[in-house]
């Protein structure tokens, strides 16, 4: 079981990012999938969830409808693309595979000017 992080960076505050998190070795189709985050000196915190076939989504509380999680099944890939960044969403973001309890290496995401 594998998943890798890309598409972490450095953007500007009320910038956007695309993170991709691609999945090897299981069935990626038949799994829910997540994003957690964790900053520097914070507990790591739940971001989103998607179900199995992509039809129901959910957000952590901080959210507030800039963050968008999806799915492509086809491409064994989850996505999170972030709008609206503020820098206290500066942390590393992580995938997860719930079920399987496999954690990404994570990707950076600095928000600053």
Do not use: H
Not at 13 to 25: N, Q, T
Not at 39 to 66: H, L, M, N, Q
């Amino acid at each position: 079981v594998q998943v890798v992080e890309f598409g972490g960076g450095l953007v500007q505050p009320g910038g956007s990012l695309r993170l991709s998190c691609a999945a090897s070795g299981f069935t990626f189709s038949v799994y829910r999938m997540s994003w957690y985050r964790q900053a520097p000196g914070k507990e790591r915190e739940f971001v989103a969830r998607i179900s199995v076939s992509g039809s129901s989504t959910t957000y952590g509380d901080f959210v507030k409808g800039r963050f968008t999680i999806s799915r492509d099944n086809a491409k064994n890939t989850l996505y999170l693309q972030m709008n609206s960044l503020k820098p206290e969403d500066t942390a590393v973001y992580y995938c997860y595979v719930p079920t399987l309890n496999s954690w990404g290496q994570g990707t950076q995401v600095t928000v600053s000017l």
